[in-house]
């Protein structure tokens, strides 16, 4: 009878052992597990620079399609045989397409910069500012930009998962220099060359939040003193995608 009991009394303590064993790796994995799910697609995955073993520097140039200063700023490249990225906001291919087709025409890259320009909020779980760009993007030129570029740089969890949909990844910067404020060409143009290093992704702006006829004058007249300071300092003007090695545009929009 006693070695019975005792028999039981060690199955007992077995499952008693096994069950708590199953229950602390259940605590531990499953909150892992449901932040993985959450986040699988919130990944912060922003490029800031390409490769600085190599003398290539990408000018971006944000908040266009601007009517003649977006036309006038690709044609400054062309005659430099620079290639520039345009983020763009979606809403203006809605009248603006040729000019959308004629960067395309000549080599520039367009990438998505929201549908509208609005500020990405915090409450905002299903982001479809990408969503609704890239459709724009797909009716003006038929394909889809690999590349997006957040209003203000906002960048929210959601703001990454709407990125993470579309099969895109996040462009920032690593050179800023308040392009949009600066009155003096020849100091704007100072300024960027005083900072750029191989690699640079520079932040400029064609346009103001997407807002038609916005005045870049100052942009128009400093561009030719990058450019010819980037010449002397051999670094050759380059799209994102060239810079990264990737192609511009998905297979596929999504
Ligand atoms: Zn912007």
Redesign the pocket.
């Known amino acids: 009878m006693r070695s019975v009991t005792m028999i039981r009394a060690i199955e007992y303590s077995l499952r008693f052992n096994v069950a708590m064993r199953c229950a602390i790796v259940a605590l531990v994995l499953l909150p892992a597990g449901v932040y993985g799910l959450v986040n699988s697609g919130a990944r912060d995955v922003s490029i800031t620079h390409g490769p600085t073993n190599q003398r290539m520097v990408a000018l971006t140039f944000?908040?266009g399609i601007n009517g003649a200063y977006t036309s006038e700023v690709a044609r400054i490249l062309d005659h430099r045989g620079a290639h520039g990225t345009f983020?763009v906001?979606g809403e203006t291919l809605e009248t603006q397409g040729p000019t959308a087709r004629d960067l395309v025409a000549h080599g520039h890259l367009l990438a998505n910069?929201?549908y509208d320009?609005s500020r990405a909020s915090k409450k905002d779980f299903f982001y479809s500012q990408v969503w609704w760009a890239q459709r724009a993007f797909e009716r003006t030129i038929g394909k889809c930009p690999r590349f997006f570029?957040p209003?203000?740089g906002i960048q929210t969890l959601y703001v990454n998962a709407a990125v993470h949909r579309a099969g895109m990844r996040t462009i920032l910067w690593n050179i800023e220099v308040g392009d949009w404020r600066e009155q003096d060409p020849a100091r704007l143009a100072s300024l960027v060359l005083a900072k750029t290093q191989p690699g640079a992704i520079i932040l400029l702006?064609d346009g103001t939040?997407?807002l038609q006829g916005a005045d870049r004058s100052v942009l128009i007249d400093a561009l030719p003193l990058i450019l010819a300071g980037f010449e002397e300092r051999g670094l050759r003007p380059v799209t994102v995608a060239e810079l990264l090695g990737v192609s511009g545009y998905l297979d596929e929009c999504r």
Do not use: E, L, T
């Open positions: 944000d908040d983020f906001v910069h929201s320009h570029r209003p203000y702006h939040d997407g």
